[in-house]
């Protein structure tokens, strides 16, 4: 199983609708068993994680390919994360009964206030928005410093 998005150690991650995405890979070409299933644990403490309170009850998208065996999930948070916090996430799958298998989890920290150009008081070039947005704007700051 591989965590992809959003992947270790990123900052600056938006705190709405963060997008969740891993892959796990059969072994094995073919059907995969309806069995598979897999939760998603996000939280503030490395300690927490594996806490009922953590599980992530959210929709799960699943694309499995039985060509190489290889299963991509994404999941879209539904509740806002807090501002300005580093969190810990990871997948435990459940591959048959009574069996279980994680990964070591990655973190990831979201924007503070101050650097979220969503809220209230910052500019946002619609329909860019987020870190695109800010991301377009550094640049073309950049480009005026070196006339």
């Known amino acids: 199983m591989t965590l992809v998005t959003p992947s270790n150690g990123l900052t600056g991650v938006a705190p709405q609708n963060v997008e969740f995405k891993w892959t796990y890979d059969s072994g094995t070409p073919g059907p995969i068993g309806p069995d598979v299933t897999f939760d998603l644990y996000i939280s503030k403490s490395l300690q927490d994680l594996f806490d009922e309170s953590s599980r992530v009850d959210d929709e799960q998208l699943a694309l499995y390919d039985p060509d190489t065996g290889i299963l991509e999930v994404g999941l879209n948070l539904t509740r806002e994360l807090s501002h300005g916090t580093k969190y810990?996430?990871?997948?435990?799958?459940?591959?048959?009964?009574?069996?279980?298998?994680?990964?070591?989890?990655?973190?990831?920290?979201?924007?503070?206030?101050?650097?979220?150009?969503?809220?209230?008081?910052?500019?946002?070039?619609?329909?860019?928005?987020?870190?695109?947005?800010?991301?377009?704007?550094?640049?073309?700051?950049?480009?005026?410093?070196?006339?």
């Open 88 to 147: 810990y996430w990871t997948i435990l799958a459940h591959l048959a009964p009574n069996e279980d298998y994680t990964v070591y989890p990655h973190s990831f920290t979201t924007l503070s206030e101050a650097s979220d150009p969503n809220l209230g008081g910052g500019c946002s070039a619609a329909p860019l928005g987020g870190l695109s947005a800010m991301a377009l704007m550094a640049g073309l700051v950049l480009i005026r410093r070196r006339r």
